[in-house]
């Protein structure tokens, strides 16, 4: 996202000093093209103070590495010297403060990170997909689902195939296919989608798994969208479902947050149970809500607990290692959480729903 140097305000100049001002800062903050840079680390902090977990002695398992929460992560590539200028540019013609000028996250549900490093995060309220591009250094909002139609619910995001982003909308009942580019090629699910919110997809079968909230199942689509079956019904016995919300997909498993069961079932290619893990309790690592699951590259399972504001780590056996996370504001800290998701180097990304942001979290080597 560049500055446009033409959007001045609405209010006219009629003091000579202000005008010379505004002229020196067009001239620092330049009318040309200004490179943007993505800055992960809104909070400011530097290599020496970042925050990790668990804290001294103990040796750390997980570094805050930053947020993401809109435009305001992208910045000048030379900050030093047009910072200021920008500053001063823009309490000038009175954008300072001004929401209706900020493209902010509002109510984040769930993310993916592609092969290029992209991150893309649903947000229910801004009815929109942002793309965060660090590479470009640009931030992308896509809110056209097919056609011109607009999303209205945009809950599950998922990786397609041939480079296709799937988005599940919860209110209009389809899942949605788009282009690297952010438009529309098409639906599928009507008629047969009750609620749905989250998505996986078997890159190796082909297929799109699809968490049925309202049905309490989970619908299997191959990549052009044509049922192929159905997993689970509601109850509470294994392979049972009651709400099912959010999920992930790896190493021929499909991990399902089966949310008011206060449970993770986890589930083979053919929807038999392998195993589950979870149970309700009061105790730190017990569930209330599980929402978000999502596993890493060393095969650790992260739970984000929304009841109770915390992301849960857990082996690859289900055992629970350490939590991280309370009700806040603060680094590491949550209110009411959503979605989590993985990427390639081991960060994790959890949609902070109510504090309007993405918190990113690097797993260090070994952990936990």
């Known amino acids: 996202m560049n500055d446009s140097c033409a959007k001045t305000g609405s209010k006219p100049f009629h003091r000579s000093g202000l005008l010379v001002v505004l002229g020196a800062a067009l001239l620092l903050s330049g009318c040309a093209e200004t490179k943007m840079v993505m800055r992960m680390d809104a909070a400011g902090q530097t290599e020496s103070t970042k925050t990790v977990w668990p804290a001294s002695p103990e040796i750390p398992r997980f570094r ?7 435009d305001e992560n992208f910045t000048p590539a030379d900050i ?8 001063i540019f823009y309490w000038l013609v009175g954008l300072t403060g001004s929401n209706e000028e900020r493209v902010v996250l509002q109510r984040p549900q769930s993310g993916m990170v592609d092969a290029a490093g992209r991150v893309y995060v649903t947000d229910v309220s801004r ?17 056209r689902a097919e056609g011109s139609d607009k999303f209205v619910a945009p809950v599950g995001i998922a990786a397609g195939e041939n480079g296709q982003i799937l988005v599940a909308d919860a209110e209009l009942g389809r899942v949605f296919r788009l282009d690297a580019g952010g438009n529309p090629l098409g639906s599928f699910g009507a008629g047969v989608l009750k609620r749905p919110t989250g998505l996986a997809r078997d890159p190796a079968r082909g297929l799109v798994y699809v968490a049925d909230t309202h049905a309490h199942d989970v619908k299997v689509f191959d990549d052009r969208g044509v049922l192929q079956e159905t997993l689970g019904n509601r109850g509470e016995a294994d392979g049972e479902l009651n709400y099912p919300t959010h999920l992930a997909f790896a190493d021929g498993k499909l991990y399902v947050s089966d949310s008011m069961n206060s449970r993770i079932q986890v589930l083979d290619t053919q929807g038999h149970v ?3 893990f979870g149970k309700r309790g009061l105790y730190v690592g017990n569930f209330t809500r599980p929402k978000g699951v999502a596993l890493d590259g060393s095969g650790n399972i992260y ?9 849960l780590v857990f082996g690859n056996d289900g055992k629970f290692l350490m939590p991280i996370g309370g009700t806040g504001k603060g680094i590491g800290q949550f209110y009411l959480p959503a979605g989590v998701w ?4 081991n960060k994790v990304y959890v949609a902070d729903m109510f ?11 070994g952990a936990p």
């Open 64 to 70: 805050y590495v930053g947020q993401l929460t809109g």
């Open 80 to 87: 030093d010297s047009r910072g200021t200028a920008k500053k």
């Open 127 to 143: 009815q929109a997909v942002f793309v965060f591009d660090q590479a470009a250094g640009e931030l992308r909002v896509w809110d």
């Open 274 to 276: 392998l195993g589950k």
């Open 303 to 311: 739970v984000v607990e929304s009841f109770y504001d915390n992301l």
């Open 342 to 345: 993985c990427d390639a180097q």
């Open 355 to 365: 504090n309007g942001r993405v918190v990113i979290f690097q797993a260090l080597e």
